[in-house]
Protein backbone atom coordinates (compact mmCIF):
# COMPACT_ATOMS: atom_id res chain seq x y z
CA UNK A 1 0.00 0.00 0.00
CA UNK A 2 1.59 3.31 -1.01
CA UNK A 3 0.67 6.37 1.07
CA UNK A 4 -3.03 4.93 1.94
CA UNK A 5 -3.87 5.32 -1.42
CA UNK A 6 -2.86 6.08 -4.86
CA UNK A 7 -0.87 9.92 -5.57
CA UNK A 8 -3.23 11.47 -7.71
CA UNK A 9 -5.74 10.93 -5.82
CA UNK A 10 -4.32 12.60 -2.65
CA UNK A 11 -2.75 14.99 -4.47
CA UNK A 12 -6.39 16.05 -5.84
CA UNK A 13 -7.96 16.31 -1.99
CA UNK A 14 -4.88 18.06 -0.37
CA UNK A 15 -5.52 20.78 -3.27
CA UNK A 16 -8.19 22.11 -1.45
CA UNK A 17 -6.46 22.46 1.36
CA UNK A 18 -4.50 25.54 0.51
CA UNK A 19 -1.55 24.64 2.87
CA UNK A 20 -3.73 24.10 5.82
CA UNK A 21 -5.24 20.80 7.72
CA UNK A 22 -8.64 21.84 8.58
CA UNK A 23 -9.39 23.11 5.30
CA UNK A 24 -8.67 19.64 3.60
CA UNK A 25 -11.90 18.36 4.81
CA UNK A 26 -14.28 21.22 4.98
CA UNK A 27 -13.86 24.70 6.63
CA UNK A 28 -15.21 24.92 9.76
CA UNK A 29 -15.24 21.64 10.30
CA UNK A 30 -12.04 21.81 12.46
CA UNK A 31 -12.14 24.71 14.14
CA UNK A 32 -10.37 23.15 16.97
CA UNK A 33 -7.98 24.76 19.58
CA UNK A 34 -7.20 24.20 22.87
CA UNK A 35 -4.96 26.04 25.00
CA UNK A 36 -2.72 25.37 28.08
CA UNK A 37 -3.35 26.06 31.10
CA UNK A 38 -3.92 24.38 34.52
CA UNK A 39 -3.14 21.12 35.01
CA UNK A 40 -6.16 18.51 34.68
CA UNK A 41 -7.39 14.96 35.70
CA UNK A 42 -5.26 13.26 38.51
CA UNK A 43 -3.72 15.92 40.30
CA UNK A 44 -1.43 13.36 42.36
CA UNK A 45 -0.54 11.75 38.86
CA UNK A 46 2.58 12.19 37.02
CA UNK A 47 2.38 15.26 35.11
CA UNK A 48 2.50 15.12 30.82
CA UNK A 49 2.19 17.67 28.63
CA UNK A 50 0.56 16.93 25.04
CA UNK A 51 1.26 19.29 22.21
CA UNK A 52 0.10 18.52 18.86
CA UNK A 53 -2.13 20.06 15.69
CA UNK A 54 -5.76 19.18 15.08
CA UNK A 55 -5.10 15.97 14.49
CA UNK A 56 -4.26 15.77 18.67
CA UNK A 57 -7.19 18.01 18.85
CA UNK A 58 -9.77 15.53 17.41
CA UNK A 59 -8.03 13.31 20.01
CA UNK A 60 -8.73 15.66 22.60
CA UNK A 61 -11.74 13.79 24.54
CA UNK A 62 -10.48 10.46 24.23
CA UNK A 63 -7.54 11.60 25.59
CA UNK A 64 -8.76 12.96 28.33
CA UNK A 65 -10.88 9.69 28.65
CA UNK A 66 -7.42 7.85 28.68
CA UNK A 67 -5.15 10.12 31.08
CA UNK A 68 -7.51 11.72 33.64
CA UNK A 69 -7.34 8.94 36.51
CA UNK A 70 -3.73 8.57 36.23
CA UNK A 71 -2.03 11.48 35.09
CA UNK A 72 -1.99 15.40 35.46
CA UNK A 73 -2.12 16.88 31.89
CA UNK A 74 -2.34 19.82 29.93
CA UNK A 75 -3.13 19.37 26.20
CA UNK A 76 -2.15 22.24 23.56
CA UNK A 77 -3.33 21.94 20.14
CA UNK A 78 -4.67 23.91 17.26
CA UNK A 79 -5.60 23.43 14.13
CA UNK A 80 -3.02 24.18 10.93
CA UNK A 81 -0.25 24.66 13.77
CA UNK A 82 3.30 24.30 12.75
CA UNK A 83 6.22 22.91 14.62
CA UNK A 84 7.77 26.60 15.97
CA UNK A 85 4.14 27.59 17.17
CA UNK A 86 3.95 24.18 18.69
CA UNK A 87 7.30 25.24 20.46
CA UNK A 88 4.95 28.10 21.96
CA UNK A 89 2.36 25.72 23.65
CA UNK A 90 5.24 23.42 24.47
CA UNK A 91 7.15 26.56 26.44
CA UNK A 92 3.64 27.03 28.16
CA UNK A 93 2.99 24.01 29.42
CA UNK A 94 6.58 23.36 30.83
CA UNK A 95 6.40 27.04 32.63
CA UNK A 96 3.35 26.27 34.36
CA UNK A 97 3.09 27.50 37.78
CA UNK A 98 1.84 23.76 38.76
CA UNK A 99 5.07 23.07 37.58
CA UNK A 100 6.46 21.32 34.45
CA UNK A 101 6.24 17.68 33.29
CA UNK A 102 8.21 14.87 33.41
CA UNK A 103 7.06 13.93 30.09
CA UNK A 104 5.64 14.90 26.81
CA UNK A 105 3.88 13.54 23.74
CA UNK A 106 4.97 15.82 20.70
CA UNK A 107 2.72 15.56 17.10
CA UNK A 108 3.73 18.42 15.29
CA UNK A 109 5.13 18.79 11.09
CA UNK A 110 2.38 17.75 9.37
CA UNK A 111 1.05 21.46 8.65
CA UNK A 112 4.92 22.34 8.11
CA UNK A 113 5.12 19.28 5.06
CA UNK A 114 1.33 20.42 3.91
CA UNK A 115 2.45 24.18 3.96
CA UNK A 116 5.96 23.71 1.98
CA UNK A 117 4.22 21.81 -0.46
CA UNK A 118 1.99 24.80 -1.26
CA UNK A 119 4.78 27.47 -0.93
CA UNK A 120 3.10 29.62 1.89
CA UNK A 121 5.03 28.01 4.66
CA UNK A 122 7.84 29.72 6.69
CA UNK A 123 10.35 26.56 5.29
CA UNK A 124 8.68 26.41 1.55
CA UNK A 125 10.74 24.72 -1.23
CA UNK A 126 11.23 21.86 0.28
CA UNK A 127 13.84 23.40 3.12
CA UNK A 128 14.30 20.25 5.50
CA UNK A 129 17.30 22.08 7.04
CA UNK A 130 15.51 24.61 8.46
CA UNK A 131 12.66 21.96 9.47
CA UNK A 132 15.61 19.98 11.33
CA UNK A 133 16.48 23.15 13.02
CA UNK A 134 12.95 24.11 14.21
CA UNK A 135 12.59 20.43 15.65
CA UNK A 136 16.14 20.67 17.23
CA UNK A 137 15.04 24.18 18.81
CA UNK A 138 11.93 22.38 20.22
CA UNK A 139 13.41 19.71 21.52
CA UNK A 140 16.39 22.19 23.47
CA UNK A 141 13.56 24.14 24.28
CA UNK A 142 12.27 20.66 26.47
CA UNK A 143 15.60 19.11 27.71
CA UNK A 144 14.65 19.92 31.03
CA UNK A 145 11.96 17.13 30.84
CA UNK A 146 13.06 13.41 31.33
CA UNK A 147 11.01 12.00 28.67
CA UNK A 148 9.66 12.87 25.28
CA UNK A 149 7.40 11.18 22.77
CA UNK A 150 7.82 12.19 19.19
CA UNK A 151 5.27 11.14 16.97
CA UNK A 152 6.01 9.92 13.44
CA UNK A 153 4.06 12.26 10.96
CA UNK A 154 1.62 11.26 7.96
CA UNK A 155 3.88 11.39 5.10
CA UNK A 156 1.21 11.88 2.26
CA UNK A 157 1.63 15.49 1.91
CA UNK A 158 4.69 14.09 0.00
CA UNK A 159 2.79 13.16 -3.07
CA UNK A 160 3.72 16.44 -4.62
CA UNK A 161 7.12 15.32 -5.04
CA UNK A 162 8.62 17.05 -1.76
CA UNK A 163 10.43 15.17 1.20
CA UNK A 164 9.16 17.14 4.16
CA UNK A 165 7.01 14.68 5.99
CA UNK A 166 9.63 11.84 5.61
CA UNK A 167 12.42 14.60 6.77
CA UNK A 168 10.92 14.79 9.95
CA UNK A 169 10.26 11.32 10.51
CA UNK A 170 13.82 10.28 9.63
CA UNK A 171 14.65 13.44 12.71
CA UNK A 172 12.30 11.27 14.85
CA UNK A 173 14.10 7.81 14.08
CA UNK A 174 17.57 9.08 14.71
CA UNK A 175 16.54 10.92 17.83
CA UNK A 176 14.70 8.08 19.43
CA UNK A 177 17.46 6.04 18.32
CA UNK A 178 20.44 7.70 19.66
CA UNK A 179 19.14 10.03 22.65
CA UNK A 180 18.25 8.95 26.30
CA UNK A 181 14.99 10.39 27.05
CA UNK A 182 13.85 10.20 23.55
CA UNK A 183 11.26 7.86 22.04
CA UNK A 184 9.14 7.22 19.04
CA UNK A 185 5.73 6.39 18.52
CA UNK A 186 5.31 5.30 15.03
CA UNK A 187 2.28 6.38 13.78
CA UNK A 188 3.24 6.48 10.07
CA UNK A 189 4.28 3.06 10.24
CA UNK A 190 1.52 1.95 11.96
CA UNK A 191 -1.01 3.54 9.12
CA UNK A 192 0.68 1.34 6.75
CA UNK A 193 0.16 -2.02 8.04
CA UNK A 194 -3.07 -3.95 6.82
CA UNK A 195 -6.29 -1.92 6.78
CA UNK A 196 -4.88 0.48 9.85
CA UNK A 197 -4.97 3.67 7.34
CA UNK A 198 -8.63 2.40 6.20
CA UNK A 199 -9.83 2.50 9.43
CA UNK A 200 -8.39 5.25 11.20
CA UNK A 201 -8.10 8.15 8.51
CA UNK A 202 -10.51 10.13 7.07
CA UNK A 203 -11.39 9.22 3.38
CA UNK A 204 -11.63 12.59 2.28
CA UNK A 205 -8.13 14.01 2.88
CA UNK A 206 -6.34 10.66 3.85
CA UNK A 207 -4.47 12.44 6.82
CA UNK A 208 -7.33 13.70 9.58
CA UNK A 209 -8.69 10.73 11.63
CA UNK A 210 -11.99 8.93 11.62
CA UNK A 211 -13.50 8.36 15.12
CA UNK A 212 -11.99 5.11 15.13
CA UNK A 213 -8.80 6.51 14.80
CA UNK A 214 -9.03 9.32 17.36
CA UNK A 215 -9.57 6.62 20.24
CA UNK A 216 -6.50 5.18 18.82
CA UNK A 217 -4.40 7.68 18.36
CA UNK A 218 -5.00 8.72 22.16
CA UNK A 219 -4.33 5.10 23.34
CA UNK A 220 -1.16 5.09 21.43
CA UNK A 221 -0.20 8.67 23.51
CA UNK A 222 -0.98 6.58 26.69
CA UNK A 223 0.47 3.36 25.79
CA UNK A 224 3.65 5.37 25.16
CA UNK A 225 3.79 7.22 28.39
CA UNK A 226 3.16 4.10 30.58
CA UNK A 227 6.00 2.41 28.28
CA UNK A 228 8.48 4.87 28.27
CA UNK A 229 7.77 7.38 30.41
CA UNK A 230 8.19 6.08 34.31
CA UNK A 231 8.19 8.99 36.25
CA UNK A 232 11.23 10.67 37.44
CA UNK A 233 13.23 9.66 34.16
CA UNK A 234 16.24 11.68 34.25
CA UNK A 235 16.42 14.43 31.09
CA UNK A 236 18.89 14.60 28.27
CA UNK A 237 21.81 16.54 27.87
CA UNK A 238 21.21 18.98 25.20
CA UNK A 239 21.10 18.35 21.90
CA UNK A 240 24.14 19.55 19.43
CA UNK A 241 23.29 21.42 16.14
CA UNK A 242 21.76 19.52 13.29
CA UNK A 243 22.55 19.51 9.85
CA UNK A 244 20.48 18.31 6.85
Known sequence: MEMVGDRATWRARLSLSGGSLGAAIGVGALVTTMLPGLYQGNQLGQKVGIVG?????????????????????????????????????????????????????????????????????????????????????????????????????????????????????????ARAATRPGNFELNWWGLLQQGDNGKLWLSDRDGIHTTHAGQQKLADLYLQAVQKDCPAGTVPAAPSPPSTP
Open 53 to 173: DSITCLSAKHIEGDFNARYSFQIGCKDGITITQGTQYAQQIDKSVEGSPTAFVVNLGTNDALQDEHDIGPHNNNDIGAVWRDLTQLDDDLSNVGCVVWVTVNEIPDVYGSHVAAAINDWIH
